[in-house]
């Protein structure tokens, strides 16, 4: 598997261990990552169940977010991440880190569909030019990202 993958994933495991045990950790992961910091769909959905009940009374209860997941796959994950983590205990560094890691995985994912959107409409323009520059531009930013990957390995 992608080491990239496996380095998201972790941290957004984190991130639901940490809306379940630290009351302070909804707010945060709210107002800098939002549920559209989670790349894994069924991740996605469990932070969104999470946050609705931050936003209901600020209480993330782990009984209370198996009750809005009515499918099972998810009530499982739930528990295996409450399980798995819990043997680890995050620290607050390691919470921090993964959530600056997403925030910065977020961004630079929108960077790029914007790229790739502003390359589409070039080329629906007839405008080559500005559609190679386009095309130049999102291909060192993959590069980059690669490298800066493959740093982080």
Known sequence: RDTRMDAAMRAQ?????????????????ESQLGEEGFSDSRLRTICHHMLDLYREDAVV????????????????LVAD???QEGLRQPTAEEIEGSL???VN???EHRRLMSA???????ILQG???TEIDRLRALDERV??????????E
């Open 13 to 29: 495991r984190v991130l639901i261990y940490a809306m379940l045990e630290d009351e302070a950790a909804p707010s945060a992961i």
């Open 61 to 76: 209860d782990p009984l209370r977010v198996l009750e809005r997941l009515a499918e099972p796959d998810l009530r499982e």
């Open 81 to 83: 991440i409450t399980a």
């Open 100 to 102: 600056s890691y997403l």
């Open 105 to 107: 995985e977020h961004a």
């Open 116 to 122: 790739r959107e502003k390359a589409g409409e070039a």
């Open 127 to 129: 405008d080559e030019q």
């Open 143 to 152: 590069r980059q990202m690669a490298n800066r990957r493959r740093k982080e």
